[in-house]
């Protein structure tokens, strides 16, 4: 059987997002048959916006990606960080993209799951997931949550981490905050076993 093929699609403005996309990858790498790429959502902002708001360079070893480019996978962990709750707006433009795929639910059946990065405790740990699972029920993607079965990392009370039953996530804080080994570990967590399922999707498909 052909590998899995699993899309890890993301934006990411500072950075946070693109370290926990890599973690995933490399977690859904670790599944044997299966194959994760990595891919970025077109950046909407121009270039003097991103001067000003002093956004790093975007990650040159990773291809951005156009709507008709996901039928061609198994499946797909998006990632992105939260605005006000939701979806930063770059990639909520990129689902806005994908009205073709809607229209023929080219992507129904598929399994999805998410993460993300928020500022502070109530920016959106939970929010940013339940809003975003709208996205994948309009188009029949069938959503793939953590739940607890990170373990006790799921329960650490010790120090900040992000992430909830509906997925991995980080704090940003004012930005200068970076994912800490622990939620790196969840996110690579999250990459295995959502691969783990997408293998036993694809060799037991979901009637079209």
């Known amino acids: 059987?052909?590998?899995?093929?699993?899309?890890?699609?993301?934006?990411?403005?500072?950075?946070?997002v693109e370290t926990m996309a890599r973690a995933v990858q490399r977690g859904a790498n670790t599944v044997p048959g299966v194959e994760a790429t990595l891919w970025q959502v077109p950046e909407?902002?121009?270039?003097?916006?991103?001067?000003?708001?002093k956004a790093p360079p975007k990650a040159n070893d990773v291809s951005e990606i156009k709507p008709e480019q996901l039928p061609e996978a198994d499946g797909f962990v998006f990632g992105f960080?939260?605005?006000f709750g939701v979806m930063a707006a770059q990639f909520k433009a990129f689902f806005d993209a994908t009205h073709e795929l809607w229209a023929s639910q080219a992507l129904a059946g598929k399994p999805a799951g998410i993460f993300w990065s928020t500022g502070f405790?109530?920016?959106g740990q939970e929010l940013t997931?339940?809003?975003?699972?709208?996205?994948l029920a309009h188009h029949g993607m069938i959503f793939v949550p953590l739940g607890y079965t990170f373990g006790r990392g799921m329960f650490e009370m010790n120090e900040v981490k992000g992430g909830s039953p509906y997925g991995s996530g980080t704090y940003a804080a004012d930005g200068s905050?970076?994912?800490?080994?622990?939620?790196?570990?969840?996110?690579?967590?999250?990459?295995?076993?959502?691969?783990?399922i997408a293998k036993k999707l694809k060799s037991h498909p979901v009637p079209a």
């Open 121 to 123: 405790h109530g920016g």
């Open 129 to 135: 997931a339940l809003t975003a699972v709208t996205q």
């Open 81 to 83: 960080p939260s605005r």
């Open 177 to 196: 905050r970076q994912p800490t080994e622990l939620e790196l570990q969840q996110a690579f967590y999250q990459g295995e076993y959502f691969a783990e």
């Open 44 to 53: 909407t902002l121009s270039d003097l916006i991103l001067k000003k708001v």
């Open 1 to 16: 059987m052909a590998a899995t093929k699993i899309y890890i699609v993301y934006y990411s403005l500072y950075g946070h």
